[in-house]
Nanobody, 127 residues
Framework: VQLQASGGGSVQPGDSLRLACQAY????????VGWFRQAPGKEREIVAA????????WHEETLRARFAISRDKPKNAVYLQIVNLKPEDTAVYYC?????????????????????WGRGTLVTVSS
């Protein structure tokens, strides 16, 4: 599967964005998906994850009030909705996918467990 992230941009504090991760080459619902971000000078961190079916989700605790991950199976896409953006959200956001072969609603948190990565989309929050 190939992943393409989009939806980033330059916004002001308080604005909202919806990032999209579009999958090509395979049925995206065969994969657990995660959204990561990497701010300048900082390590990459996971911000949200979703199971293959979308029934299970996880958000980083300090972000869960503003971040929401979801998936649209017919569109073969996963989204990250971010509201009330803050300057500290400035980062390159990446989506990643892990092929899921089991029936349980597992989530993947470790970046090393993701086989497929898209190019990032830059989010810049400043006034």
């Amino acid at each position: 599967v190939q992943l393409q992230a989009s939806g980033g941009g330059s916004v002001q504090p308080g604005d909202s964005l919806r990032l999209a991760c579009q999958a090509y080459g395979d049925t995206f619902s065969n994969y657990a998906v995660g959204w990561f971000r990497q701010a300048p000078g900082k390590e990459r961190e996971i911000v949200a994850a979703i199971s293959w079916s979308g029934e299970s989700t996880w958000h980083e605790e300090t972000l869960r009030a503003r971040f929401a991950i979801s998936r649209d199976k017919p569109k073969n896409a996963v989204y990250l909705q971010i509201v009330n953006l803050k300057p500290e959200d400035t980062a390159v956001y990446y989506c990643a996918a892990h092929r899921w072969y089991k029936s349980d609603e597992g989530l993947v948190w470790d970046a090393n467990d993701y086989e497929h990565w898209g190019r990032g989309t830059l989010v810049t929050v400043s006034s």
